[in-house]
């Protein structure tokens, strides 16, 4: 039997992921979301959504580029400060002592401590309500080269990347590997 | 040192989310998607891309609502299978023993069998490339009651939804807890 909760964010899982930008005067800043996700093959996109309060959002407005930075499972702390204060009167990679490195595709800080890192350009925005969704064309991902698979391509088991649960509000990590994708369900 | 991938659709996590939708003559039918997230709080709305090519891209064109259905790990070759067949040859629901129910708020069914569900009515698409943004309202979501935490929410640990890993492919499931959000930040 199922229980009702209305209408609530609740979709599990969510991402942990950092954005990345540089403000008018070109301070480095970075803040967490959960609201987000990639939403086109080609040309290879990915939205997070904001609100308009933050400085983020006039960060990427002015410069147009960010970087969308993957924390691994060591740092969920520093995620969690990067979603709970704002850079307006913060230096956060300072706080943090993360070190802020210039993209080298987009106008945008990305975290060098930090495993995984896709720089995108701006190319569309679109307004929903309290937040606004930024359409992002990804131009490039890096990822520690320590933490490939066999193929050569970043492997999850080893980034450890966060996610999030909305609502009840917690971090995890991620668990088993369960199966290969587009060949599992034949077995159905 | 990180290594360069170029522009991918490379993110970690994605989710694992199985859209039911009715075609015209009332067909149910189930996609498995990760392309998508969470992207506006309120009010409260959730993503998905989808390719023109799809049968699910037409039924939701048509028909205007649809379900978001959460699987648990046990149905990970269900989730795989629903993302690598199409519904225009191939009853799904049937092929994989499932059962689709009426949505309560949306002309969409859901898999009965599955934790959690979110209902949908579709207020925005936006044409970015290969994919189709679908923006949704969450008009409803529900939960198993078995798997709620103490303060009576959908606990994510129990749910144990999937995760996806693109280009790599694989499916993996929710690990261990690594703190509270909102609040592990401050001990940084």
Known sequence: MKKSFGAKTLAYP????????????????????????????SPPCVTISLRKATYTYSNIMERGGYTVNIPSENFVRHADFFGTTTGRDTDKFTHAALTPVRGKFVDAPYVDEFPMVIECQLIHT???????????????????????????????????????????????????????????????
Not at 137 to 147: N, Q
Not at 153 to 167: G, K, N, T, V, W
Request: hydrophobic share 35%.
């Open 126 to 188: 679109y307004e929903i309500g309290l937040h606004t969704q930024f359409i992002g064309e990804i131009l490039d991902v890096r990822a520690e080269e320590t933490l490939l698979n066999e193929k050569g391509l970043p492997d999850m088991a080893l980034i450890r990347p966060l996610i999030y649960s909305p609502e009840t509000r917690y971090y995890y990590g991620i668990g088993s590997a369960l199966g290969e994708g587009f060949s599992i369900g034949k077995t159905l």
């Open 14 to 41: 969510t991402p942990v992921w950092c954005i990345g930008s540089y403000d008018g005067a070109g301070k480095p800043n970075i803040m967490t979301v959960a609201w987000g996700g990639i939403c086109c093959s």
